[in-house]
């Protein structure tokens, strides 16, 4: 595999053993990795961030990947989004498109399908 681009990558996610082993797995890879672990800290954190993607838990309390993904583009902010989510149904590839979201890893996947999905992403 060709050596990563270097990437400021933002993770959100609830759970802290997949919060810390996607930063174990993005920071190995050479990227810069900012994590949250729910939906309001990102929000109140992204004016002084600078994300070239978000890697964002579809089920998480209080606020989930998709209404964090509209609050992100009611901004006015596009930024590359991959969903992980441990039930990809049809309905949730809908309903992703619909916000802007195109790609959706389904739980569990390994660390070199997020980095290749993100070299796709980035072409």
Known sequence: MKPQTKRNVVIVD???????SLIVIL?????????FSCAEDLLSALPVLAP???V???????MGGLELVRRINARGL???T??????AADSL???????????????????????????????
């Open 93 to 123: 590839q809908s309903s992703a498109e619909q916000v802007g979201v195109s790609h959706i890893l389904k739980k569990p996947f390994s660390g070199l399908d997020l980095l290749t999905l993100m070299d796709r992403m980035f072409g």
């Open 78 to 80: 596009q930024i590359p």
């Open 27 to 35: 920071s190995l890879a050479g990227q810069n990795v900012t994590a």
């Open 14 to 20: 609830d759970d802290p053993a997949v919060r810390d």
């Open 56 to 62: 964002i838990d579809v089920q998480m309390p209080h």
């Open 82 to 87: 991959i969903l992980i989510s441990g039930n």
């Open 52 to 54: 070239d993607v978000l």
